[in-house]
């Protein structure tokens, strides 16, 4: 099996409402970067009085297009999939402006507790601030004036990630969990990769119809789609194991192996994404480390075994 079929043709029209469903908008801020592809998507969903989801990042011109858009209908409810800073900030505007209620898993929190000595590299790309008015859970429904949507706890790229079922559509709007142009990160100690997988099941045991992601256009082929995602992940953690296997001990000769096609530019997060799979792989007890696992850590085959 090959790695996932990767769509990066995305025209972002920045500033305009572009339909993207039935009784659905979608609207990209200008924040385009390696982390964020053309930038953050936020929806419309709705017709006379409708949800955002994602307002996004602190960004006047996000915050001026996005009421053009709303061009005067009531907002009821700002839904945020996670609290970094490219989708949640923009919320406390928006619902200053609208009186719309925040609906979230809850505010940002790490998969698990920093380890001694251990800095988050994510403290700066986090929404700390972020306080939803409905904390949602698993299988909560928000009804709407046409629209209701269902949280969907998807932990794994953060602790408090949640996609949203849009009822009656098949469309689930994805955020950063499931995207078509590339994988999610998944770094501790904000992410978990073991959360990430049970995730992934999850959605791929929801047979959804369409995916509407946090960047990037939708996933046609979810179910696909995301099980050749897993093998990718698979074959990630088998190549570790590999390097781990004949000898290298810590991160930063894994990454050099395994990432030697990745823009260097990008091998501070891959590191990282070695560091959850190592995280996952110590809990399963495949290798051994001293201590708990971190960046510079030395790691080794399990000796049981
Ligand atoms: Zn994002």
Redesign the pocket.
């Known amino acids: 099996m090959a790695s996932p079929e990767f769509n990066l043709a995305f025209e972002p029209s920045y500033g305009q409402a572009v339909p993207v469903a039935p009784g659905v908008q979608r609207i990209t801020v200008h924040n385009p970067s390696a982390f964020?592809f053309h930038g953050?998507n936020s929806y419309i969903v709705g017709h006379g009085s409708v949800a955002v989801i994602d307002p996004g990042p602190e960004d006047e011109g996000h915050f001026q297009a996005l009421t053009a858009a709303l061009a005067g209908r009531e907002v009821t409810h700002i839904f945020v999939s996670h609290t970094?800073r490219?989708?949640s900030p923009l919320s406390r505007r928006v619902q200053a402006a609208t009186g719309a209620q925040i609906v979230a898993q809850g505010p940002h929190r790490a998969a698990r507790p920093l380890h001694q000595g251990e800095i988050n590299p994510f403290a700066e790309s986090s929404d700390l601030d972020f306080r939803p008015d409905i904390a949602i859970e698993d299988g909560d429904t928000i009804e709407g004036d046409g629209w209701s949507l269902t949280g969907v706890l998807t932990p794994g790229h953060t602790a408090n990630h949640a996609a949203f079922a849009l009822e009656g559509t098949g469309i689930l709007f994805s955020g950063?969990h499931v995207m078509g142009w590339a994988t999610s990160i998944v770094a501790p100690p904000d992410g978990s990769m073991s959360d990430y997988m049970t995730s992934l099941d999850k959605l791929i045991e929801r047979h959804d119809r369409i995916l509407l992601p946090?960047?990037g256009g939708p996933v046609r082929k979810p179910i696909s789609f995301m099980r050749a995602l897993k093998t990718h992940r698979r074959m990630r953690e088998r190549a570790l194991l590999d390097r781990i296997h004949a000898g290298d001990r810590n991160i930063a000769d894994m990454v050099k192996v395994i990432y030697r096609e990745t823009d260097p530019r990008l091998h501070g997060a891959a590191a990282l994404s070695v560091l959850a799979h190592i995280e996952d792989l110590v809990e399963r007890g495949e290798i051994e480390t001293d201590g708990p696992p971190a960046l510079l850590g030395s790691y080794r085959p399990a000796t049981r075994r």
Do not use: Y
């Open positions: 964020t953050t970094h490219d989708h950063d946090g960047h």
